[in-house]
């Protein structure tokens, strides 16, 4: 446990100070430059999706950058891997939806297969069942 306490906050502690470091720069370019990394683009970003490009999981990350006004550029924001600075250059809103119980339907699939898988998993956990299938075929 004092592991795992240990680099969570190592790792807080790293994001604070590139967060400081990055703290007050207008311009993407300039501060790409000052902390050694290079400004990257992403086009075509839905508020749905469920990781920033490089394939990060960057759930609140994400959320923050949708919070943006257009032209806006972002405080430092803290994720789970790095630290971000967003420039939000424009914001398409999304289309009315025509029918919201298909989205509620496949939603409520979505959640009874993970209920059910997670439930499955857990009922093998308890019972203590090993799968040895994968040593026969």
Do not use: C, W
């Not at 290079?38 to 923050?64: H, K």
């Not at 119980?101 to 956990?125: D, I, Y």
């Amino acid at each position: 446990v004092k592991e795992v306490l240990s680099r969570e906050i190592i790792k807080e502690k790293k994001a604070e100070a590139f967060a400081q470091k990055m703290a007050g720069h207008a311009d993407l370019s300039a501060l790409a430059s000052a902390v050694g990394k290079s400004v990257q683009t992403a086009s075509d970003m839905a508020f749905s999706s469920f990781s920033i490009p490089g394939g990060y999981s960057e759930t609140e990350v994400i959320g923050s950058i949708f919070a943006l006004q257009p032209d806006a550029t972002s405080a430092p924001l803290k994720g789970d891997v790095a630290v971000y600075v967003v420039h939000m250059t424009s914001l398409t809103p999304a289309p009315e939806m025509s029918d919201p119980s298909v989205e509620q339907n496949a939603l409520a699939q979505r959640l009874q297969g993970r209920a059910e898988t997670t439930l499955f998993n857990a009922l093998k956990e308890e019972a203590d069942v090993q799968d040895f299938r994968g040593k026969y075929y």
